[in-house]
């Protein structure tokens, strides 16, 4: 079965240094991977998604993802952060009719 | 456009009750999902839509009902409540660019199960 595992439920960064977050799909087949963010008390939206091509993935806000086919993995990262990253970001995949979601990650910017 | 749109924003239940949520949306997407969060869990995916007249189950079906009359809407309908059903569920359409496409969610709908 496919899924999506978020290896960190909790990342606390200092403010204006670098983050990534983790994430790994399992699957044998090609795959549409996403990002996305719920910033508190709203609901999601898009950051960035892989379809094909260029591993390198640029979104929104400064994120870029990579896609690793090797290692099955799909990575969020942002050079610098700032206070207003402060969210829960998930990381989603979708094949055949379905999105299935990971369990997020919960990006905690400190002063 | 409004976008995707959901009612209400907070309902509180007696175990055993019934009630439908509401979502709808004026982008004409064909596909439509409804999602459930819980804590520590991320976003589980209960009954997806392809299209008016189509509807098929996720990953956490059972309790729950829904019907695709409608391109515009997709209503979920909670038969008999149960405190397990606490959650914030939030309703997606997807573009039509195929599985591939992003999804807009809808603001939410907090229900709590007594």
């Known amino acids: 079965a496919q899924s999506v595992t978020q290896l960190d439920s909790q990342v606390p960064v200092f403010e204006e240094a670098p983050v990534e977050l983790r994430c790994n799909y399992s699957s044998s087949v090609s795959v549409y991977l996403f990002w996305y963010v719920q910033y508190p008390n709203q609901g999601l939206q898009l950051l960035l998604k892989?379809?094909?091509?260029?591993?390198l993935v640029k979104g929104i806000n400064g994120f870029e993802a990579e896609f690793n086919k090797s290692q099955t993995s799909f990575h969020l990262r942002k050079p610098s952060v700032h206070i207003s990253d402060t969210a829960e970001y998930f990381c989603?995949?979708?094949?055949?009719?379905?999105?299935?979601f990971g369990k997020g990650t919960r990006l905690h910017i400190l002063p | 456009n409004a976008g995707v749109t959901q009612t209400p924003k907070f309902q509180v239940l007696k175990t055993g009750q019934s009630m439908t949520l509401q979502c709808a949306q004026d982008m004409n997407h064909e596909y439509m999902s409804w999602y459930r969060q819980d804590p520590g869990m991320g976003l589980r995916l209960i009954h997806y839509?392809?299209?008016?007249?189509?509807?098929d189950q996720g990953e956490v079906p059972n309790g729950y009902n829904v019907s695709r009359s409608t391109t515009e809407d997709f209503p979920l309908r909670l038969l008999s409540a149960a405190p397990s059903q606490t959650s914030v569920y939030f309703c997606a359409s997807m573009g039509d660019g195929g599985p591939g496409s992003e999804q807009y969610f809808g603001p939410g709908t907090r229900l709590t199960v007594t």
């Open positions: 892989y379809l094909s091509g260029s591993t």
């Open positions: 989603a995949v979708s094949r055949d009719d379905k999105i299935i």
């Open positions: 839509s392809v299209g008016a007249g189509i509807t």
